[in-house]
Structures are given as C-alpha cells and as structure tokens.
C-alpha cells in the first residue's frame, strides 16, 4: 500500500521497504485511489533515482513543498537506474523524473536518453555534484538541472515553474496491476479502444496496452480530450495529425490510422474545425 498513518511514503522497489516521510499535502496521506482512468489536473506521480537515501528523502521533502496544482501524489525511489529503466520498459510511466547522474551502473544521462526514446516529453530534472557535466544534461533537453546541495528555494521554485507548464497538459491512466501511466497528450498520436484493452501509440511509435476498468468510460473521455473518431475504437488526436487521404489518417512519423466510411465526413468536418480553432 501507498497509504500511511497520517504519512506520505516513498517506496524503494530496491530495497523493498517504506521510508517514511511525514504528512503528505495539507498534513493527509497520499491516496492512490485518487488516481483513477484518464483525468487531467491530477496529483503527480515521481520517480526518484538517487543511490544516496539521504538525498532521496532530501528530495522528496522539497517535493513536498510544491503548490497544489504541482502536487506530487506517488514518489518512488530506486538506487540503481537498471532498476528504474526495467520498471519503465515494464510500462510504467511517471509524470516526473528526478535522476542522479552518478549512478553506479547505467548513469542519469544514458537513464534519461533510454526514458525519452519511450516518453519523448517526459518532464526530467538531473541532480549531481559535478558540475561538468551540465552541458551533456542540457543537451538531452533536461527539463531542469540542480546541483548538489540543493538549495530548497531554488528547486521549489523551479520545479514549480517546469510542472506548471505541463500540469495541464497530461492525461493519467491506472493498469489493471495499479501501475500509473502518465502521457503528455501531445505525445499520444492515437489510441485503440478494442474489447477490454486500450492501446496507447505515442509519436515514437510506442505502445502502451492495458486494461481500463471500463472501456465504454474511456471512449468517451477519449472524445472529451479532443480526440477524433476514426473508426470502431479508434480515437486520434488531431494536434498529431497531418493528412487525411481514403482509407487512413497520416500522422506523425508516418503513423496510419484507419478510417471508417461511416466515420470519414464526422471526422473531416471535426477536423476542419480544430484547424480553424487553431
């Protein structure tokens, strides 16, 4: 469980124990329930990979601090970044990523490069004792770069601009193994609503499939995000579209969704709109 007595907790996937560390937001516990299928403007969940636990709990206190549109819901630490990349490839996403750079094993920057090959605009920050190394950390569009010590006032408020940025822009799903799955949803090029089983295709051709507790639920949120329809199941996100010919729509990186007949004139006219809206 996520959930204390009064405590917010970070959870080392490493070490398999609970850190506590003291009251979450407005003194309560953090709820993971709270984090339920696709809805924006939610609490957001971060991921801590740091092999000093002083520091994690350092961090994660600072984290403590942010605003409430800022407020991070879940933290979870991991002391090693095989350990953290596995959990990623498995299918987790986080909405943030506070990485060391001086890993033992896979470093921050080699970390940060494998998490954006699958999260294109995942929100990374990098923390470390050397200075040297802040230009590699800008060159692979580290959101935010913080030196050890960390200064408090410096990284709330940075971290507060950085997530204000994105806060409403996401979109957060919950697998059927509670794992959360955050997406900016400019990354997400469409998505397959197919029986029981969302797939989600992001603009790096990655997918993303798991199982919703109520698909009909999702297909319409999907359409309240903006999505379009294309055909049975299939929702796309205009934002990533770039032709629509006969028989499919062209998006990003050549990606093709399938149109329906009966879906093409809905589809071009709502189309139509979102490019006048524009």
């Not at 907790?9 to 850190?19: G, L, S």
């Not at 050890?148 to 799903?173: E, G």
Request: charged content about 25%; proline content about 6%.
């Amino acid at each position: 469980t996520w959930r204390g007595q009064g405590q917010m907790f970070i959870r080392d996937r490493n070490k398999a124990k609970m850190i506590a560390l003291g009251p979450g937001p407005g003194g309560k516990p953090a709820d993971p329930r709270a984090t339920t299928a696709g809805k924006r403007g939610m609490p957001l969940n971060a991921a801590i990979c740091e092999d000093d636990e002083a520091q994690v709990k350092q961090i994660a206190e600072y984290l403590r601090l942010l605003p409430d549109e800022c407020q991070i819901e879940q933290i979870i630490a991991f002391s090693a970044g095989e350990t953290l990349l596995r959990e990623v490839e498995e299918g987790t996403t986080f909405g943030v990523y506070l990485l060391d750079i001086d890993l033992p094993g896979i470093n921050g920057l080699e970390l940060a490069r494998r998490i954006r090959s699958r999260q294109p605009s995942a929100c990374i920050a990098f923390v470390t004792a050397y200075p040297q190394y802040t230009i590699h950390a800008f060159a692979l569009s580290g959101n935010q770069y913080f030196l050890k010590p960390v200064n408090k006032q410096q990284f709330v408020a940075a971290m507060t601009r950085m997530l204000r940025r994105v806060a409403p822009y996401r979109v957060i799903w919950v697998n059927e193994n509670k794992r959360p799955l955050e997406f900016l949803i400019a990354d997400i090029v469409y998505v397959e609503c197919y029986h029981n089983t969302m797939t989600i295709v992001t603009r790096n051709r990655h997918k993303t499939q798991f199982r919703p507790e109520n698909i009909r639920r999702e297909r319409l949120h999907m359409e309240r995000l903006g999505f379009l329809k294309s055909h049975q199941g299939f929702y796309v996100n205009p934002a990533n579209i770039e032709s629509i010919r006969e028989h499919d729509v062209y998006c990003t990186n050549d990606i093709r969704v399938p149109i329906s007949v009966r879906c093409r004139k809905p589809l071009m006219d709502a189309f139509t709109e979102y490019l006048e809206n524009l």
